[in-house]
């Protein structure tokens, strides 16, 4: 056996949540945009199948007089994944999955987050264990925002969470993955999809979260606060695409010195 064929290589599973295949691994938000003609271009762009939004902030047909989001992104393409942006508490982060569920004719798929404080907007962890608990019993499927702690994590899945998305920075900071090591450590520790939401700033973040062996990315900042928005939305699904190939195709070992690309045994002068 060759040295490559003994290198366990990482299993190609694809993206699975509640049940559906999903192509793209990059999943995108909806607000930020300068309007709604953009904001469908950008999620087009990103060849996204999950768009999230913001049930709070969004007009889904609970006000007839405004522009509706589901006018151009229609439920009949996107998998839409409403989200509890703006809850600090389980009570009302739980409301709004109610909200969200009689909006969209019954749909039960959301995304939990319950925050902390304005400033940060980094997760109140015992408010969304809470939270999780009690959608999770009324049948919910949930997809949770949370922390980098590897144990919340796996309390969250053992409670029937179906998907794990810690944060990579605070929301809208873009500053990137800042503590590999704990989101590697909750890879390794998951049975469910495990995606970076919030912190990416660029299409390098994202390459890096993918490379990690994340399942997918979830961003809307980086897109929407880009100067081209749609250019960006294209750079960030290439992003995700490339990722998730070098994760697949095994990285070289990092070594302390150099090593010559052409072996140097065997020149002839």
Do not use: W
Request: some cysteine; hydrophobic content about 40%.
């Amino acid at each position: 056996m060759t040295e490559k064929s003994a290198i366990q290589l990482p299993e190609d599973k694809p993206l699975e949540i509640a049940g559906r295949i999903y192509q793209s691994r990059l999943l995108v938000g909806t607000g930020k945009y300068r309007d709604l003609m953009e904001t469908g271009h950008a999620v087009e762009m990103s060849g996204a199948e999950i768009v999230t939004v913001a049930v709070r902030r969004t007009n889904l047909g609970q006000n007839p007089d405004e522009p509706n989001l589901l006018d151009v992104i229609s439920p009949d393409s996107y998998t839409i994944l409403p989200n509890t942006a703006g809850c600090f508490t389980a009570k009302d982060a739980v409301r709004t999955c109610k909200l969200a569920r009689e909006l969209l004719d019954g749909r039960d798929l959301v995304k939990l987050e319950v925050l902390g404080e304005d400033r940060t907007l980094y997760p109140n962890m015992l408010e969304t264990l809470a939270a999780a608990e009690e959608l999770i019993k009324d049948g919910f499927k949930v997809m949770v925002y949370c922390s980098d702690d590897p144990l919340l994590a796996m309390r969250l899945e053992e409670m029937g969470c179906i998907a794990i998305m810690p944060l990579g920075a605070p929301i809208g900071s873009g500053l990137g993955i800042q503590n590999r090591y704990n989101i590697r450590q909750i890879i390794e520790n998951a049975k469910v999809p495990v995606l970076v939401d919030a912190g990416v700033g660029t299409a390098s973040d994202a390459t890096i979260a993918m490379e990690l062996g994340c399942d997918g990315v979830l961003m809307n900042s980086a897109i929407a606060h880009a100067k081209e928005p749609i250019r960006m939305a294209n750079a960030m699904r290439l992003a995700i695409e490339a990722g998730r190939e070098s994760y697949l195709a095994g990285r070289m070992p990092k070594k302390l010195y150099g090593s010559a690309s052409s072996p140097l045994d065997g020149t002839f002068f």
